[in-house]
């Protein structure tokens, strides 16, 4: 990649780790600020990605007289009003970071979500090769996260966005055939199997299916408690939590996952109730071949933490989650039961 760039004056900055920290990120404003940056470039995974859209972000925060801190942008959810313009090599389909303006930093155990439109990468390059390279860890969380942020804008009620929900539905089914290949040693090689998680990954959150419809998110933001306080894997909390949510809110996403179960894994038989077990239980299968936990005592994690997460989601005021906002603290104390 440096070839690419012998035309163009560039410095390196290096050390983004995965959930990217306010403490690291900010280090770079020396860079920006001495050198005269006028670009970045974000080479790697999600959390670079994430991270360098908060660096080009904070290289113009301003602030106040009294407060010119750019953990503001977060913490007071402040519009941001410019930035560096940024674009993305990446080396880790998951988040689809490279193709929307959303970013999550974390700062003394508080994972904060943030979104522009000014910090969308203004071009992605996306080679499924550079992925051969990753760990099993690596990609069972890619296809993990990938699949619940389609849920998330999928798995609520119906409003007729035939299109939004067959583009969803593609996904699902696609991310459910490939994404074990990509562990299995006699397919785990094969480039088409990465570039169609890879592609997945990317069009899960790049706002096409989001457009229009109902979204949930409960999963991600009691998923993001879990990873500021206990330190999991983002796709970790996803897939503990998403089950869970699935059987708490069944009443509500009635339709949707009777169509879900009909349409992603073709369950014909059986009344109404059981088929949208059949399909749980499926979800639930299938991020186990992905390797990933589904239950918090998978995690070390019992009853006893619960109190901690709900004083968290109360303490950042998510206390009316999912797409009819009735999930409350008691619901996602609920969901959290329902985990264990
Ligand atoms: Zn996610």
Request: proline share 4%.
């Given at each position: 990649?440096s070839?690419?760039?012998t ?6 900055f290096?050390?983004?780790e995965?959930?990217p ?18 670009y ?6 999600g959390?670079?990605v ?5 660096i ?9 007289n009294?407060d010119n ?7 007071k ?18 988040t689809?970071s ?13 994972k904060?979500?943030c979104?522009?439109?000014?910090v969308?990468p203004?071009?992605a390059?996306?080679?499924?090769s ?5 760990s099993?860890r690596?990609?069972g969380n890619?296809v993990?996260d ?8 999928y ?12 583009f969803?539905?593609?996904i699902?089914q696609?991310l459910?055939?490939e994404?074990?290949k990509a562990?299995?040693?006699a ?7 990465r ?12 706002g096409?299916i ?12 009691i998923?993001?408690?879990?990873t ?7 796709a970790r909390t ?6 869970a949510v ?6 509500q996403?009635?339709e949707k996952?009777?169509q879900?179960?009909t ?6 038989e059986g009344d109404?109730?059981?088929?949208i ?10 991020f ?7 239950r ?13 997460i709900?004083e968290?989601?109360?303490q ?9 906002r ?9 969901i959290?039961?329902?985990?264990l």
């Amino acid at each position: 990649m440096s070839d690419a760039l012998t035309a163009h004056t560039w410095f390196e900055f290096s050390g983004i780790e995965p959930n990217p920290t306010y403490d690291t990120l900010i280090k770079a404003q020396a860079i920006i600020k001495s050198e005269n940056i006028d670009y970045l470039l974000a080479v790697g995974g999600g959390s670079v990605v994430d991270g360098a859209k908060f660096i080009a972000a904070a290289a113009f925060y301003e602030g106040d007289n009294e407060d010119n801190d750019p953990w503001n942008i977060l913490a007071k959810r402040q519009t941001i009003t410019k930035a560096l313009p940024l674009s993305a090599i990446l080396t880790l389909p998951a988040t689809g970071s490279e193709s929307n303006g959303n970013f999550v930093v974390t700062r003394h155990g508080n994972k904060l979500p943030c979104s522009s439109p000014l910090v969308r990468p203004l071009f992605a390059v996306l080679d499924p090769s550079v992925t051969l390279s990753l760990s099993d860890r690596q990609i069972g969380n890619g296809v993990v996260d990938a699949f619940v942020h389609t849920i998330e804008q999928y798995l609520t009620y119906s409003v007729n966005g035939k299109v939004q929900d067959r583009f969803s539905e593609g996904i699902l089914q696609t991310l459910i055939e490939e994404g074990p290949k990509a562990l299995l040693p006699a397919t785990k090689e094969n480039l088409d199997v990465r570039a169609n998680i890879m592609w997945s990954a990317t069009m899960a959150l790049n706002g096409l299916i989001g457009a229009g419809v109902p979204q949930d998110w409960s999963t991600h933001m009691i998923g993001h408690e879990l990873t500021g306080a206990f330190g999991i894997d983002h796709a970790r909390t996803l897939s503990i939590v998403l089950p869970a949510v699935m059987k708490v809110c069944r009443e509500q996403k009635h339709e949707k996952l009777l169509q879900y179960a009909t349409r992603v894994w073709q369950i014909n038989e059986g009344d109404d109730s059981n088929r949208i077990d059949q399909a749980i239980l499926l979800t639930e299968q299938f991020f186990e071949q992905m390797l990933v936990p589904t239950r918090l005592s998978d995690v070390n994690l019992g009853s006893d933490d619960i109190d901690l997460i709900i004083e968290r989601l109360q303490q950042r005021g998510m206390t009316a989650l999912g797409e009819k906002r009735n999930i409350t603290l008691a619901v996602s104390r609920e969901i959290l039961t329902q985990a264990l």
